[in-house]
């Protein structure tokens, strides 16, 4: 069936082929570079906030989704190099290892937004409470929270004719369907995207309320 869609649509695998090239040549080194300098820059202000750390935490665990996404699953299997294949507990891991890496990610995200936001609405708040520890426990929790959403995920993958989800012994093929269209749906995309927008929107609000209150309090100009 694949080889067939391929031989009558061609165009579409070629465009495929060039993203997937252009994940491991552009975008997996350029993210890789960019996280690098966000966490140096980031040690080197030395401020022991919430906010540095959390750009920190955010420069790991985009790193950690970029090696899969870019290097793992789009750049090395275009060179024909498929690590998921090479053993069922290597299959395992990065089927587990896949799934929550990229949602922690834009979750982590999230919590920055929402780190500003206090920033912002509560700085007396924010100066006693916003320390750097508190970035890296909400982190964990993140990640923690992620990989119990996830436990079945190493028991559900295996290699056949390719690492997949093959062993529904666990849980039912019906469930991990459900679960995956929740992780993909809810806790991907509509959680983070939302979140992040509203505590944005936020954000400008609050000081664009700032800036016009300075302007009413400042002193008029002398005729």
Partial sequence: MAEEAERMYPWVY??????????LVL???AALLGNSLAFIIAARL????????FIQCLAVA???????DGLIEAGLTTVGIYIRRTHDIVCKFLGFYSWTTTIAANHVLMMFSFDRLIAVYAPFF??????????IIVTLLVY????????FLPFVYRVGRTCAALDF???????FLRLAEVAVIFLLFALPFFSIAAANVAIALKLRRNAAN???KAPAPAP
């Fill in 27 to 29: 975008i997996f080194p």
């Fill in 214 to 216: 300075k302007l009413k």
């Fill in 46 to 53: 030395n401020e022991g906030t919430s906010g540095t750390t």
């Fill in 62 to 68: 985009d790193t950690l989704a970029i090696i899969q």
């Fill in 169 to 175: 012994s666990v849980v039912s093929e019906f469930w």
């Fill in 144 to 151: 923690g929270g992620n990989c119990a959403f996830h436990w």
């Fill in 14 to 23: 070629e465009t495929i082929w060039a993203f997937k090239l252009s994940c």
């Fill in 126 to 135: 924010y100066r006693q409470h916003g320390k750097r520890r508190v970035a």
